[in-house]
């Protein structure tokens, strides 16, 4: 089995569509571990039972926003160095700054391409292919 066969990878956003099209380029980039959840507080509440290797969020959703899940995550010791990618639907400047302050590791902007998508993770795992 490969690396990426072997990450898990934690999608959160609370759009239906936008998980769907997440978990299929991350299969079609070759990750087969890919867990999704539909809001900040559900993400967290997995992560404490089952942690993933690495979380995509996106920003703006209800309950608990990628930002306050960001902190939530760094402020837990056993989960604190956990890659986390931020999809935000502009490059919103505040927003980076914010996440840069709190450990953020990459963005990425909506809609975001595959090539975009490979990019992002290979920041942070390294190359893909």
Same mark, same amino acid.
């Given at each position: 089995?490969?690396?990426?066969?072997?990450?898990?990878?934690?999608?959160?956003?609370?759009?239906?569509?936008?998980? !769907?099209?997440?978990?299929?380029?991350?299969?079609?980039? /070759?990750?087969?571990?890919?867990? @999704?959840?539909? $809001? &900040?507080?559900?993400?967290?509440?997995?992560?404490?039972?089952?942690?993933?290797?690495?979380?995509?969020?996106?920003?703006?959703?209800?309950?608990?926003?990628?930002?306050?899940?960001?902190?939530?995550?760094?402020?837990?010791?056993? !989960?604190?160095?956990?890659?986390?990618?931020?999809?935000? /639907?502009?490059?919103?400047?505040? @927003?980076?700054? $914010? &996440?840069?302050?709190?450990?953020?590791?990459?963005?990425?902007?909506?809609?975001?391409?595959?090539?975009?998508?490979?990019?992002?993770?290979?920041?942070?795992?390294?190359?893909?292919?």
């Amino acid at each position: 089995m490969s690396l990426l066969a072997q990450l898990k990878i934690l999608v959160v956003d609370d759009t239906t569509t936008s998980r !769907l099209l997440l978990r299929d380029a991350l299969e079609n980039l /070759g990750f087969r571990q890919i867990h @999704v959840a539909a $809001d &900040g507080e559900q993400a967290l509440k997995m992560m404490m039972t089952a942690p993933c290797h690495l979380i995509i969020s996106d920003y703006n959703m209800p309950k608990m926003d990628g930002l306050q899940l960001l902190k939530a995550i760094r402020e837990c010791k056993p !989960l604190s160095r956990t890659p986390f990618i931020i999809l935000t /639907g502009n490059a919103d400047r505040k @927003v980076l700054e $914010d &996440g840069a302050k709190l450990g953020l590791n990459n963005y990425l902007t909506k809609p975001f391409t595959p090539d975009n998508l490979r990019r992002s993770l290979e920041a942070i795992v390294g190359r893909l292919h």
